[in-house]
């Protein structure tokens, strides 16, 4: 959520608390604003009432933009520029307030015309015909180090158009071809969002929150959709957590491609805000930023711990209401076991925002999976009374992973330190296998007796494994956990019956690097890959080869390790390295046939056929991937494709299937029409004593919230 202004709230804050170490109550900006869209100008006068009257001279040093000229009835010094991701300017200044002033007028105007933010090269502020975009890392109001502020904010836009921020809208008149919209947040904030343009508006009240939806194309079906399921939302994490913070909550159509969660909105890009599958997938995780994030801020210094928390009560939660969460929590693992290479691990007390694959599963996904297995140690009821207690305590001021251990200690009645030490500010993961499994008969009753093991390198974490035994004649699994402190641990399970299969962590409760047999193959696998080989088809046409040079071209962006060779100069397929086999007509692609007949998986002339259909080669890509041995730890996938039109769009389509073994794609655009994961034939954590038995049911798991 919000990369660019979390790397600028970083980096404005680096030796002071995020949010009130400085400042106890927050800056209140009364902002009157004025748009020529056109030129890209802006004009601006911000009364400022101060946080603490002072009987002395008031120093106050803040940023703005460098483009913006600055005017004030006091003393200003204009200090050094700070260069934020390259092209944002933001100039710092010192103000001299006389001593019992308890405001300051600040007058400027000037240019915003588009101010790229990171690599991403999206906008962090812009002016232009077609919309408005601002937040603070535009630098458009004046930034103060270590403070929140509240705002009434007045803007004058064309009558066509209208203004969006966070809080309340409290007015809105139209008068000499301009529209004056006034939004108010009385709640300290971290930021102030500006966003206007031509919308269209549609409104629905939910209990005390007001649900709006300003779309760029008059679209009632669509926004009715929102308006229902904003109003559900809110009402199952109101239930959950606590009261809905804001006073609205509305999605907004941005005119490029985002998908962005600001306080009390989000702004979704026209192509993001109309894929169905947002209404239950990315929309409740930007509705439940609202409590944490924007609700409950964070305090940087000891990483984001936003992001999981919002992730795991929003997406798996989801997962958990579909009875899907098993495979989510298993992508977790395996997501963090293809990205996060050693090299590439960070404990949680680093992370501020998502730059990638691989940050995105430690913060994201390691994350999550530290709040899964507290709640699982707590119970729900506790796990959920120490949500709430996190939210009552710090709504609008910042918690840090300490906070967070604090609470949750005194809601359990134990200390939870060494629990979010071991998770947050260690790197790593453990690793666990399985040895020594037998099994005896005692009279009427059965022991199966084994070893356990952490087999990473580093020291050992404290774990709580749980473990499913399939018994003889019950359709119910027994089911235990195994307390793990040490690198090997012994254990004995006595039953009742006799046991016919032994899985050990069969939910993915642990977090930890999974072995490559738990996981079926996938791209992750690949795009995770240190070293890949990328293999062309020498029969290949001169179009297709241009396509796919193209296509490697984008890829060597993320990984510069990519090694490019022709098909018919090597014999054999290295095993040391994962490996890319491109086109229909590439040679290795037979051997790719062998490797997946297990998978149903059959190519006659143009037709390739597999569970989900068969498919013409001539109109279809498709992508599979395997491996040479269930336990390698290299990959394979194949792209086959014949439609060099394509190609562009599945270079920058693939690397997000990640967890997918296998994916079909129609047309030049392409579109997917079918993608799934290869079943797990053999799990090294699952012990079978009788031969094809099958696992037993696991107990219930009721979800968090409905």
Not at 187 to 194: F, S, V
Not at 407 to 412: A, D, L, Q, T
Not at 600 to 612: A, D, W
Request: proline share 5%.
């Amino acid at each position: 959520m919000r990369i660019l202004i979390t790397a600028l709230i970083v980096a404005l804050a680096t030796e002071v608390s995020y949010a009130t170490d400085n400042w106890p109550r927050p800056f209140a900006h009364d902002l009157k604003v004025i748009f020529a869209p056109e030129s890209h100008a802006i004009s601006v006068v911000d009364t400022i009432h101060l946080p603490q009257e002072s009987k002395d001279k008031v120093e106050i040093e803040f940023y703005l933009n460098a483009a913006l000229k600055l005017e004030s009835e006091f003393n200003i010094q204009p200090l050094d520029i700070k260069h934020v991701h390259g092209a944002l300017a933001l100039r710092k200044y010192k103000i001299s307030i006389p001593a019992a002033n308890k405001e300051v007028t600040l007058k400027y105007s000037g240019q915003i015309e588009s101010l790229a933010g990171s690599d991403q090269e999206e906008p962090a502020g812009l002016i232009s015909a077609d919309g408005v975009f601002l937040a603070a890392n535009a630098g458009w109001y004046p930034l103060v180090e270590g403070a929140l502020v509240s705002f009434k904010l007045q803007a004058s836009v064309p009558s066509a158009w209208t203004v969006v921020s966070q809080g309340r809208r409290e007015q809105v008149t139209t008068a000499d071809g301009q529209q004056q919209v006034t939004w108010r947040e009385s709640n300290p904030q971290d930021d102030i969002y500006l966003i206007a343009a031509p919308f269209f508006e549609f409104n629905k009240s939910a209990s005390d929150v007001e649900a709006m939806v300003f779309l760029r194309q008059n679209d009632e079906s669509l926004a009715k959709k929102y308006l229902d399921i904003t109003a559900q939302y809110i009402e199952m994490y109101s239930k959950l957590i606590g009261p809905y913070p804001y006073a609205k909550f509305a999605v907004v159509e941005n005119f490029w491609e985002t998908g962005y969660g600001m306080p009390s909105f989000t702004l979704l890009g026209p192509k993001v805000i109309r894929m169905p599958f947002i209404l239950h997938t990315s929309y409740p995780h930007e509705i439940l930023h609202n409590w944490w994030g924007n609700g409950v801020y964070v305090d940087y210094r000891q990483g984001n711990w936003s992001e999981g928390l919002t992730s795991y009560l929003a997406d798996h939660l989801i997962r958990e209401q579909n009875g899907n969460a098993t495979n989510y929590r298993r992508d977790i693992l395996q997501g963090y076991s293809d990205y996060v290479s050693t090299n590439k691990d960070f404990p949680l007390t680093a992370f501020t925002a998502r730059h990638g694959s691989s940050s995105e599963a430690v913060g994201y996904g390691k994350s999550q999976m530290l709040f899964h297995m507290l709640r699982q140690q707590l119970g729900d009821d506790v796990f959920i009374e120490g949500l709430r207690q996190l939210y009552r305590r710090y709504q609008f001021k910042a918690a840090s992973f300490s906070d967070l251990a604090q609470i949750f200690s005194e809601v359990s009645g134990k200390q939870q330190a060494e629990f979010f030490r071991q998770w947050t500010m260690r790197s790593g993961a453990p690793a666990l296998a399985l040895s020594k499994v037998i099994r005896q008969r005692h009279g009427t009753r059965w022991r199966i007796q084994g070893e356990l093991q952490q087999t990473q390198k580093d020291e050992a974490f404290a774990l709580q494994v749980p473990v499913a035994v399939t018994l003889a004649g019950q359709a119910q699994a027994w089911q235990s956990v195994i307390e793990m402190k040490t690198k090997i641990i012994s254990f004995a399970l006595d039953l009742p019956a006799e046991p016919l299969r032994l899985d050990v962590d069969p939910e993915f409760d642990v977090f930890r690097r999974v072995s490559r047999a738990e996981i079926p193959a996938a791209l992750s696998q690949i795009f995770g890959a240190e070293k890949i080989l990328v293999l062309l088809p020498a029969k290949a046409s001169p179009e297709m080869m241009t396509a796919f040079q193209s296509l490697i071209d984008v890829w060597r962006q993320e990984n510069s390790e990519i090694q490019v060779r022709r098909d018919n100069e090597i014999n054999t397929l290295p095993r040391d390295r994962a490996v890319w086999l491109l086109g229909t007509e590439n040679r290795f692609a037979t051997q790719m046939h062998e490797l997946l007949s297990g998978q149903g998986v059959i190519t006659q002339g143009n037709s390739l056929t597999m569970t989900e259909g068969t498919y013409d080669l001539n109109d279809h890509s498709i992508v599979l991937t395997t491996r040479a041995k269930a336990n390698s730890t290299h990959a394979i996938a194949w792209l086959a494709t014949r439609q060099a039109a394509a190609v562009p769009g599945l270079a920058r389509k693939l690397p997000h299937y990640g967890k997918y073994s296998f994916l079909v794609f129609n047309g030049a655009e392409p579109t997917n029409i079918a993608k799934g994961q290869w079943p797990v034939v053999e799990s090294p954590m699952a012990i079978v004593f009788s031969k094809k038995a099958q696992a037993a049911t696991l107990r219930a798991r009721p979800s968090l919230a409905r």
